[in-house]
T-cell receptor, first 112, second 112 residues
Framework: QKEVEQNSGPLSVPEGAIASLNCTYS??????FFWYRQYSGKSPELIMF????GDKEDGRFTAQLNKASQYVSLLIRDSQPSDSATYLC????????????FGDGTTLTVKP | GAGVSQSPRYKVAKRGQDVALRCDPI?????LFWYQQALGQGPEFLTY????????KSGLPSDRFFAERPEGSVSTLKIQRTQQEDSAVYLC??????????FGPGTRLTVT
């Protein structure tokens, strides 16, 4: 079992809908949580990070963290075709530095 | 400002050859990470530097892999006697003191 699990998808949503991406992790000591977007053939781009339980909103993106359930999610509101990409969840045991452990990503397709 | 740069962007090596991959982090970033990404998978941690100190090399798959960052800035990942299973994208990321990592474009290594 991988330390960070994501549904590989593909997840398909119509333009304008809410896309919901989920991630679970196994290490209860994990302290910081990240969502990266990766377009095909490109490198990962950091889009959200969250350290505390609850919700964190940034524009159309909301990250949700539940440490008790070891669960992180990313909501994308008003999805656009340009949001079509693979979304990688990553966790880190530190809040200061150190390596991140990544899931294998969920592929999202937003259909016009 | 300038992001993380990596060179070469593409490298084709014959099995058994040695290769050197370069990473130039964001100016002022203390931490530098190397990851390996196989097709369809998330990045896998290789090694991590804080300034010139290599704090974690637990992800290096064999003693054929070696990384250095002698002056705390540019880093080189060296792979000796390349094997076909080394074919992957090698990603470099940097961060200041926090775990929010910013990735370079990657080097795609193909071993024939």
């Amino acid at each position: 079992q991988k330390e960070v699990e994501q549904n590989s998808g593909p997840l398909s949503v119509p333009e304008g809908a809410i896309a919901s991406l989920n991630c679970t992790y196994s290490d209860r000591g994990s302290q910081s949580f990240f969502w990266y977007r990766q377009y095909s053939g490109k490198s990962p781009e950091l889009i959200m990070f969250i350290y505390s339980n609850g919700d964190k909103e940034d524009g159309r993106f909301t990250a949700q963290l539940n440490k008790a359930s070891q669960y992180v999610s990313l909501l994308i509101r008003d999805s656009q075709p340009s949001d079509s990409a693979t979304y990688l969840c990553a966790v880190n045991k530190d809040t200061n530095a150190g390596k991140s452990t990544f899931g294998d990503g969920t592929t999202l397709t937003v259909k016009p | 400002g300038a992001g993380v740069s990596q060179s070469p962007r593409y490298k084709v090596a014959k099995r058994g050859q040695d290769v050197a991959l370069r990473c130039d982090p964001i100016s002022g970033h203390v931490s530098l990470f190397w990851y390996q990404q196989a097709l369809g998978q998330g990045p896998e941690f290789l090694t991590y530097f804080q300034n010139e100190a290599q704090l974690d090399k637990s992800g290096l798959p064999s003693d054929r892999f070696f990384a250095e960052r002698p002056e705390g800035s540019v880093s080189t990942l060296k792979i000796q006697r390349t094997q076909q299973e080394d074919s992957a994208v090698y990603l470099c990321a940097s961060s200041f003191f926090d775990p929010e990592q910013y990735f370079g474009p990657g080097t795609r290594l193909t071993v024939t």
